[in-house]
């Protein structure tokens, strides 16, 4: 076994901002090299699947909850559980690295 195949590289990946002009508050620590505009730090991958495994899990918890006929109006509110689980994710993770 050679060196080369037992340890392992660390790639970054440089993300950056593709909004000249815009206010950059968001930096994330493990692979961005400069700050993020809101919008790149919402559509930013790692942002985009922690959201979204929190939305379904704690979205699918919420619907067992509250579970009770089935009707388009249930199918409305589920979908909305899910859409504000996914917000509030979005949002939380946004905050946590903002930059001051």
Do not use: W
């Not at 990946?13 to 505009?37: A, K, M």
């Amino acid at each position: 076994m050679d060196r080369a195949s037992s340890t392992q590289s660390i790639e970054v990946r440089s993300t950056s901002c593709r909004h000249l002009g815009r206010s950059r508050r968001y930096q994330f620590n493990h692979d961005t090299l400069d700050p993020l505009c809101v919008q790149c730090a919402i559509l930013y991958r790692p942002v985009c699947h922690r959201a979204l495994r929190i939305a379904l899990v704690a979205g699918t918890i919420l619907t067992l909850i509250n579970q009770g006929e089935l009707t388009p109006m249930i199918l409305l509110k589920t979908g909305l559980t899910y859409a504000a689980q996914y917000a509030v994710s979005a949002l939380s993770v946004l905050q946590a690295n903002r930059v001051p």
